[in-house]
């Protein structure tokens, strides 16, 4: 008898990297998609059912305790005897850039709630199973959170979105110090550029290939997930070749 | 008749830093100490008001909206037609040292609170009183966040601190890139070692001196408020001699 | 008629990183390996010829500016139409820890002429061959400095061995931001780690695994070269899960 | 009889930095100045001594071996009884700008031999006597490191300048750690700006007070020694109020 499938959970699945993510780890592995909207995920779930995978998708918001800890029910449902191989944690929250007088505490609150407060959930969540997937794994179980720039160095006009992005950094770092020995392979993921989708499609730069496409990220982050526990990558910057950094 | 005199205002006045900072800018300023509560700030105050200096303490908690606004209002109400000069954030925040999975929700967020929410609602309230000095101060008006090593490196067991140091790290930059050329000096100190006060009496090291004195950070935080707008510094780091880092 | 095979150019061949990735890139390209004494690339040439690859080895001092320069000369004779698509800097130079009285001034600059020097002449020989590979390539030409931990942080005892790895890191940056936009793929390494090779087999750990296997390294190299230019990683860190950082 | 005088040693000067920081060391120590042509250091050893000050010019060539060994023994036969209380490397090299495929071996190891081969030099040449000066000293012996962002930044078309700044900070880490715990103060000092000279007078900025003013400097390198030993700064920034970071 074949042994059950292992799982990748993504959270964070819209029409850019989530989607991408989850069609590439969904070549190797069942995936549960969560988006706070339906409408996000199910496109992504549809299509991979339809293509012979195996997909859900589970209606969650990260930063609400509850609602994390229901969708991690539901995965642990779907798990059965199976493992949970890898947790990617791909959720942007709002990008508000505004002076900094002009921010509300909810404005200001908003990156953190996504960044910190989600990552910790989605965090707290997934490590459990992760650990209890090393055993058993083909490759050590794998936590990644999509970063930005803004995680690196603070700008003016958007202190919301980077306190949560360094923020998010700093939990990283935590985890991939203690959980790394324990076997589970964290990466903090520095996107650095305009990512090719469709939001951004009216974007125009001077060079071809000039934003960074979903896939190429993901095959970043299925290859991350494959390393070996002697060569881990805890922290990786990504972007196109023309970008300015 | 004498132009009113300036002030300076220091939220986290406790026996440590935080006294040692008021004292040192009492001597050319009136100041306003915001701590949780009256008996952290009372002995300050009146140790300064009994040397010939002029200190007020107002009972605020830095993570609570309503309770920031408060405290500045009724720092204005003393300030008249004087100007604020300084404004210290120096509320480090419950310190949190727990395995990631033992952490509470509660736990996890103690450190954005303080160190996020907090300085955010401290440095909106701060920001218009500072601006409204540039033109008439001696020095530029000066914000500056007390920071540690923890802003710098996320270590196990200390995601709840360094979540909310390395917040404090984002809002500092982007607080100096945004305020910077209109003449406002903002700075991240990152104390990196233990401070001399009654609560570390009993750290034993080998050698002498291997703990930082809070009048020598006070005398820092003086100097940098000192330094002209040709020359600010935004970023310093303070160790003790004999610190590994 | 077929194409003419590529090739990828190997500086610091031994036992253990280069001659890793030596056969990893000898899979998919022909392979020129530099190192200073042919007893050094000798076993992995023979190792690749026999086992079907095209190998050859030059010895090169990557110091000398003539010695180098004679090496991309018979490296090029043995090119003809073909193209390099990926050179991989991997000297790393005497490793001197003393005090910095006991330095000579031959000690401190060794660091610098492995690195430093070394990386330049090497760098200046392969960018032109890997410009030309540009449009023919099926993944973007490659540069990769093999660098470690001191690139980032001068320790005590290591100045000769840290400045050279500082100044590796500046120069990996400065050619990425120069020939990123053109098209080629320059990464910076930080090795993190014991390499798992016979001279540090003595070295004992209390984990399985703890010490990072070349082969590890030579699969990141690869993945790194296969990446397309819409998503770039500048710089890397690899170390083995249980490594302090 | 009053006790012989306390000594800086300030490398590097000509009209900006070098001669303010003079001017200001000048004020509590003897000074020497070193400088490649006597010129250079001319008008501030005269300016020191007419002023009431004392002041020697020792023409010196901070990249050969036997020219800064001979500064020294100049330097020592003033000393006397004296102790060296401070030393500071301001030399900055010449600044190359070029695309990489134009710079000659000598253009890229210029950057090297300022900032990596000179700091070696001046730094071993230095530290005997500031070691000698703990025990007597009134301000910790300090030995400062003028630097730049560069320092930080390999950017396009300035490898030979970045990498003699990087391998300058990774030397002034290493001595930081290593002199430190024995009462050393060593300091990286990064300038981020253009300052205010005769050679800078032509570049315009939209702001007043855009440049950095070398006074300002000065003070701040003095502040830096004055330090006690329980709060070292090991690395500062220095921009003006309007610079892009």
Redesign the interface.
Known sequence: MAAPRAWAVVAGVGPGTGASVARKFAQSYSVALLARKAENYEPVVNEINNGGGQAIGISTDVAD?NSVKNAFKVLQEHLGQGKLAAAIFNVGGKFVRK???E?S?ED??SG?EAN??GA??F??AA??LLQDAVAASNH?PTLIFTSAT?AM???????AF??????????????A?????A?I?VNHAIIDGVI?IERTKHYQFD?E?????PE??A??YW?IHT???????????????????
Chains 1, 2, 3, 4 share one sequence.
């Open positions: 305790e002076g900094f007088m921010l505490l200001f609150e953190w910190g407060r910790f959930l965090s707290q490590l459990p050590p803004a160095k603070g700008s003016a006009r958007c202190a980077a306190t949560g992005k360094f923020a998010m950094r700093a939990l990283a770092q935590s985890l110090r203690e959980f790394g020995p076997g392979h090719d060079h290939d000039a934003k960074i496409k190429a990220i095959d970043t290859w390393q070996p526990r002697t060569c881990f990558t805890n922290e990786i910057d990504i972007r196109p070749y023309v970008e300015k950094w």
